[in-house]
Structures are given as C-alpha cells and as structure tokens.
Nanobody
C-alpha cells in the first residue's frame, strides 16, 4: 500500500524559511512526477510547484523565485524549500505523486495528509 507522508511544517515569521519534505513508501516501481499543493481557509486548493521525473519544474506565479521544489529519486522523496515567506503563504500544504506501483501493477495519483504552514509575527 502506497503512503505519502509530509513533514516540516510549522510557525514561521514573515521573511523566514521552511523546508517541507514528503516521503513515499510502499510497493512503488516508479514516480513520474511530484506536486505540492496548498489550501488556505476559504480558498480552493492550488498547485504551488511540480517536478517531473526528468527534473522539469514549474511554479505558480505567487511563489516563483521564492520556492524551490526538488526530488531525491533514490529515497522517493520530494522537498519544497520556501524562502521569504509571507502571511499569504499560510495554508495546509499537500504533496502528490503520480506513480506506478507493483503487485498489483497500477498507476495513480496519491496524496499525503497535509502539513500546516503558518506565517505570522
């Protein structure tokens, strides 16, 4: 059974930094792409950043230049480095993975449980 677990959220002052991690475990054959989403109270969930298996990354305009997504294939892990954080970045952050699992073989998109990021003085 595939599981994604995020960590690294917390409370940070405006202008500060955090690094989120997301580790995938289970019967994973390959991970094709990763994504980080966030959802603030009263707002729709939005895609913040994504990265493909060949390292092509994309960012929403609201975080471009401040956030960096990276992946460590050997450990089935993805990171989101967040710098120059603003109160508007406050949200629950979720990671997703488009992956192929084996036994049985199937491909699907999986989500983590989310980690809270609060930017406040």
């Amino acid at each position: 059974q595939v599981q994604l677990v995020e960590s690294g959220g917390g409370l940070v002052q405006p202008g500060g930094s955090l690094r989120l991690s997301c580790a995938a475990s289970g019967n994973i054959f390959a991970i094709y792409s990763w994504g980080w989403y966030r959802q603030a109270p009263g707002r729709q969930r939005e895609l913040v950043a994504s990265v493909t298996d060949d390292g092509i990354d994309n960012y929403s305009d609201s975080v471009k230049g401040r956030f960096t997504i990276s992946r460590r294939n050997a450990k089935n892990t993805v990171y989101l480095r967040m710098n120059s954080l603003k109160p508007d970045d406050t949200a629950v952050y979720y990671c997703t993975a488009d992956l192929l699992q084996y036994n049985p073989a199937s491909r699907g998109n999986y989500w983590g449980q989310g980690t809270q990021v609060t930017v406040s003085s």
